[in-house]
T-cell receptor, first 115, second 113 residues
Framework: DARVTQTPRHKVTEMGQEVTMRCQPI?????VFWYRQTMMQGLELLAY????????DSGMPKDRFSAEMPDATLATLKIQPSEPRDSAVYFC?????????????FGPGTRLTVT | AQSVTQLGSHVSVSEGALVLLRCNYS??????LFWYVQYPNQGLQLLLK??????LVKGINGFEAEFKKSETSFHLTKPSAHMSDAAEYFC???????????FGDGTTLTVKP
């Protein structure tokens, strides 16, 4: 049963610290999305990649957030320095651009708490 | 451009009653449409999808949705609610020429015994 994996599942850190979240997309998927979910803002798209190239990161605060895909099996989202307002659940999703419909498969999320 | 509006952030039904969650979309080109469900402390999972084939789409757990182009709607229904249906439901649209989906704000479904 192929699924998207995310690590860590939970992260508590102090303001100012660097946070790195990792995502392993489903093997063969060539599109990766990063979302942030909060009670106030709901589900927000931060960035997405196709064939490891960033296509859209307009939803991401550029001064502190960065997203990369070092290889086809790993996507990372980094926050440096972290702030309390970054507390949220961060989801990674993957999909295949060869699929006509663009269905996305979501990981379980990383729950980030910045104190 | 594409957008989606979910009418009603909270819906409450009794167990055994009809579930109706509303979704209206806007897309400049023919869309693909999706319903996702999110259970507490989990990621979103696909319930069903419309991809320009049959307008009435059946999904998992007894849910179905009907694509109505004239009304730009894709409402989600289930004839009889079960306690296990309590979750948050998201409607999403992707224009056929777009690389990403746009999600609605979500509707929280509560099922009363």
């Amino acid at each position: 049963d192929a699924r998207v994996t995310q690590t860590p599942r939970h992260k508590v850190t102090e303001m100012g610290q660097e946070v790195t979240m990792r995502c392993q997309p489903i093997l063969g998927h060539n599109t990766v999305f990063w979302y942030r979910q909060t009670m106030m803002q709901g589900l927000e798209l931060l960035a997405y990649f196709r064939n490891r190239a960033p296509l859209d990161d307009s939803g991401m605060p550029k001064d502190r957030f960065s997203a990369e895909m070092p290889d086809a099996t790993l996507a990372t989202l980094k926050i440096q320095p972290s702030e309390p307002r970054d507390s949220a659940v961060y989801f990674c999703a993957s999909g295949s651009v060869t699929s006509r419909d663009g269905e996305q498969y979501f990981g379980p999320g990383t729950r980030l708490t910045v104190t | 451009a594409q957008s989606v509006t979910q009418l009603g952030s909270h819906v409450s039904v009794s167990e055994g009653a009809l579930v109706l969650l509303r979704c209206n979309y806007s897309s400049s080109v023919p869309p693909y449409l999706f319903w996702y469900v999110q259970y507490p402390n989990q990621g979103l999972q696909l319930l069903l999808k419309y991809t320009s084939a049959a307008t009435l789409v059946k999904g998992i757990n007894g849910f179905e949705a009907e694509f109505k182009k004239s009304e730009t709607s894709f409402h989600l229904t289930k004839p009889s609610a079960h306690m296990s249906d309590a979750a948050e439901y998201f409607c999403a649209v992707r224009a056929t020429n777009a690389g990403k989906s746009t999600f609605g704000d979500g509707t929280t479904l509560t099922v009363k015994p």
